[in-house]
């Protein structure tokens, strides 16, 4: 069960769009579209973002998209804003019916 | 509006055992599976147990497999995990958190558990 692999931290200005990756293995996220995301503000409890791979729940703004190829998956955030500025974790279903999470990207907004 | 509220959190001493509770309200807790989750200081998330809506299925991380149980109370609305033979490595704030399509939807604001001597 090792953590999926994210970049450590990213970085963008207000209004351009950053891309982070989450690479896993044939076991969990190539195996399933099961891969969610979360943002965490300091001090805050998780926050899902995308789920199922492309979906939003219901209050999340579409600048926030998921996507997938092979083993690794990306969450795209457009239109950078200040308050996007947190550490974001992506999350995969596996074939062990288990749960494994990424090592968490800090996103600073220049 | 969905809450979760975990408690039971505390400073314990390695080797002994500590239960966190989680208490859910604002929707149907015995119709939704659960998880526990946590969090080191400064560092990123970890799940570590899921148990099925009618407690039937568990599953466990690799790290807390053989000491962790993950137990529900549907009638009271409440998860559990009781926690034995703590190591200073488990010193975290542990979530609970509801499963939706596979994902940890809602989360609690954490209880924190420090292990240490």
């Known amino acids: 069960q090792s953590a999926l692999t994210q970049p450590a931290s990213v970085s963008g200005s207000p209004g351009q769009s950053i891309t982070i990756s989450c690479t896993g293995t044939?076991?969990?996220?190539?195996?399933?579209?099961?891969v969610s995301w979360y943002q965490q503000h300091p001090g805050k409890a998780p926050k899902l973002l995308i789920y199922?791979?492309?979906n939003r729940p219901s209050g999340v703004p579409d600048r926030f998209s998921g996507s997938k190829s092979g083993n690794t998956a990306s969450l795209t955030i457009s239109g950078l804003q200040a308050e996007d500025e947190a550490d974001y974790y992506c999350?995969?279903?596996?074939?062990?019916?288990?749960?494994?999470f990424g090592g968490g990207t800090k996103l600073a907004v220049l | 509006q969905v809450q979760l509220v975990e408690s039971g959190g505390a400073v314990v001493q390695p080797e002994r055992s500590l239960r966190l509770s989680c208490v859910g309200s604002?929707?149907?807790?015995?119709?939704?599976?659960m998880h526990w989750g946590r969090q080191a200081p400064g560092k990123g998330l970890e799940w570590i147990a899921f148990?099925?809506?009618?407690?039937?299925?568990?599953y466990y991380s690799d790290s807390v497999k053989g000491r962790f149980t993950i137990s529900r109370e549907n009638s009271a609305n409440t998860l559990f995990l009781q926690m034995n033979s703590l190591r200073p490595e488990d010193t975290a704030i542990y979530y609970c958190?509801?499963?939706?399509?596979?994902?940890?939807?809602?989360w609690g604001p954490g209880t924190l558990v420090t292990v240490s001597s």
């Open positions: 604002g929707f149907s807790f015995r119709s939704y599976a």
């Open positions: 044939k076991s969990d996220v190539g195996a399933y579209n099961y």
């Open positions: 199922e791979l492309t």
């Open positions: 958190a509801r499963d939706d399509v596979y994902s940890l939807n809602y």
């Open positions: 999350c995969s279903f596996t074939t062990a019916n288990t749960r494994v």
């Open positions: 148990i099925s809506y009618d407690g039937r299925e568990k």
